[in-house]
Nanobody, 122 residues
């Protein structure tokens, strides 16, 4: 059974940092692209970042330079370090897995976690 379990969300002031983590199980982690998406109230879910097994990373323009995605292929985890947060980053953040081993823009991810809330106060 595939499971993606996010953790690390919370409330932080503008300018602060949060680190999200995702523990994956039930599939061959090393063969999957891992990603983070987010959905703010009243908005559609949007891509945040993705990482291939090799460590190659991709970011949305709105977070590039502020967020860092990483993965530990020995522990089957993927993380998202978020810095210089602003209220526009407030959203539910989702971990996702794509069975392709190479990321491409618009890829359809196969598995999703339940999400973790990150709230940035002004």
């Amino acid at each position: 059974q595939v499971q993606l379990v996010e953790s690390g969300g919370g409330l932080v002031q503008a300018g602060g940092s949060l680190r999200l983590s995702c523990a994956a199980s039930g599939f061959t982690f090393s063969r999957y692209v891992m990603g983070w998406f987010r959905q703010a109230p009243g908005k559609e879910r949007e891509f945040v970042a993705a990482i291939e097994y090799s460590g190659r990373t991709y970011y949305a323009g709105s977070v590039k330079g502020r967020f860092t995605i990483s993965r530990d292929n020995t522990k089957n985890t993927v993380s998202l370090q978020m810095t210089s947060l602003n209220p526009e980053d407030t959203a539910v953040y989702y971990c996702a897995a794509d069975r392709s081993n190479i990321y491409y823009f618009g890829a359809v991810f196969d598995y999703w976690g339940q999400g973790t809330q990150a709230t940035v106060s002004s």
